[in-house]
């Protein structure tokens, strides 16, 4: 399995995907905007855009469907709850089912909705020595966790977190569909200040650009990504929650917590 991110150039730091069977040449192309620097690259790499798979309905992530169905005759796949907001999909999606691409290839819809309601992940196993892979759109970001001020819900969010991130292997490789790691290592290092790993990947990282920015795995996402992290007595104690029980907070009260300050952070 070939993948390649794109990096979109524009102001919303947009990654773009092409996941690839090395047999037969056949890609999968995830959350297109900016189609031109898509199939420059396909034609670079010399395989050929069959499907189109957007996680969800968001215009920086389906406004270079249009233009890429025009040039290859790709297949639009996507959230069946989305579809109709979406436009042109010809292959509505739930959570659970396999996408395929060549031979090699196999991917499983999770459905991971809080950023939207219908929001979907791409998840592939390990294979051929390759790391299993997430390619999480909007709901997973490097250190940092999707907003949802557009047709979200904070606690569809957390339960995404805490029922299928959470299930997933310490060497699974993190696709965003953005870059924001950056400002959200800072947003890590404000309610966390003692962490050691986000303040080394801060300083590591200071002068990259997007095209640059690493490629993280879970166990990593999981020393420095807060809300993977809301346990943390050092965590909970900078949000000074005060349970109508008394008790401490829940995981849940915490990871709502940091979302919501986030929002305005």
């Known amino acids: 399995m070939l993948i390649e991110r794109i990096w979109a150039q524009n102001e919303g730091r947009n990654y773009h995907y092409l ?31 069959t499907q189109v798979f957007n996680t969800h309905e968001h215009r920086d992530h389906t406004g270079g469907n249009a233009e890429i169905v025009a040039a290859t005759g790709a297949q639009v796949l996507a959230h069946a709850a989305a579809a109709d907001r979406i436009g042109g999909v010809t292959r509505p999606m739930r959570g659970g089912e396999v996408v395929r691409v060549g031979r090699t290839i196999e991917l499983t819809c999770l459905d991971t909705p809080g ?29 940092g966790a999707g907003n949802c001020l557009h047709g979200g819900d904070p606690q569809l969010l957390y339960e995404t977190f805490a029922e299928k991130l959470a299930r997933l292997p310490d060497s699974a490789r993190i696709y965003p569909g953005h870059d924001y790691l950056l400002r959200n290592l800072a947003f890590t290092l404000d309610r966390e200040p003692s962490n050691s790993a986000a303040k080394e990947m801060a300083r590591r990282y200071a002068d990259q650009t997007g095209a640059l920015t690493p490629t993280l795995s879970m166990a990593q996402e999981r020393q420095i990504n807060v809300f993977l992290r809301p346990a943390s007595p050092e965590i909970v104690a900078r949000l000074a929650l005060k349970p109508e029980s008394g008790a401490t907070p829940t995981t849940r009260e915490v990871f709502l917590a940091l979302r919501a300050l986030r929002n305005r952070w």
């Open 19 to 49: 996941i690839a069977c090395t047999e037969t040449g056949e890609a999968l192309l995830v959350d297109p905007l900016n189609a031109a620097a898509c199939l420059a690259r396909a034609r670079e790499l010399n395989v050929r855009i």
């Open 115 to 143: 950023h939207t309601r219908a929001h979907l992940c791409l998840y592939a196993d390990a294979r051929d020595s390759q790391p299993p892979a997430l390619f999480s759109g909007d709901t997973l970001f490097n250190a």
